[in-house]
């Protein structure tokens, strides 16, 4: 089920600018029609964060009560997700950026939109998720490990840099 819910995720970026290009007035788009076209994106990558973390937690809660805090598949599970945890830089980003959209505000910070009119007429859009890691290390949501890490890179990273990431690490 995550990984049905990040493809949709993924193609956000693609179905957005469909939507823009459907518009009957492309160029004039704007008050609420643009509000809620670009709140989309926003509420899949929130129900996508949400999603994974209760799966960890519930999980977590099951194993605990099926096999006792104390068991190997409880350990066993908790030192899976420390491994992510240490191991991932994407593991490390959903986290974090799951704990900032709870806490903070939303983690897309921008979400870019270029509209082109063609010689045939048509218009043809550019949409893309942008994280703007600068914005978030203003926050005390953002474990301080992490932040180091984030830190290092300020300049603002797309989608496309980080999804196939955290594909590979939801298969483990």
């Given at each position: 089920m995550l990984k049905e819910s990040f493809t949709v995720l993924e193609g956000i970026e693609h179905n957005l600018a469909?939507?823009?290009?459907?518009?009957?007035?492309?160029?004039?788009?704007?008050?609420?029609?643009l509000t809620l076209a670009l709140a989309k994106p926003q509420n899949l990558l929130?129900?996508?964060?949400?999603?994974?973390?209760?799966?960890?937690?519930?999980?977590?809660?099951?194993?605990?009560?099926r096999f006792g805090s104390g068991s190997t598949e409880f350990k066993g599970f908790a030192e899976e997700i420390t491994a992510?945890?240490?191991?991932?830089?994407?593991?490390?980003?959903?986290y974090n950026l799951r704990n900032y959209?709870?806490?903070?505000?939303?983690?897309?910070?921008?979400i870019p939109v270029r509209g082109v009119r063609q010689a045939s007429g048509a218009a043809e859009f550019n949409v893309s998720?942008?994280?703007?890691?600068?914005?978030m290390l203003r926050s005390a949501k953002i474990q301080k490990s992490f932040a180091r890490s984030?830190?290092?890179n300020l300049t603002k990273f797309g989608s496309c840099h980080?999804?196939?990431?955290?594909l590979s690490c939801m298969d483990r």
């Open positions: 469909k939507a823009f290009e459907s518009a009957p007035n492309v160029f004039a788009f704007g008050g609420v029609e929130s129900n996508f964060l949400s999603a994974a973390s209760s799966f960890r937690d519930r999980a977590c809660t099951r194993l605990g009560e992510a945890y240490d191991g991932w830089f994407a593991y490390r980003l959903l959209g709870v806490h903070h505000d939303s983690p897309l910070s921008l998720l942008v994280l703007c890691p600068a914005e984030l830190a290092a980080w999804s196939g990431s955290i």
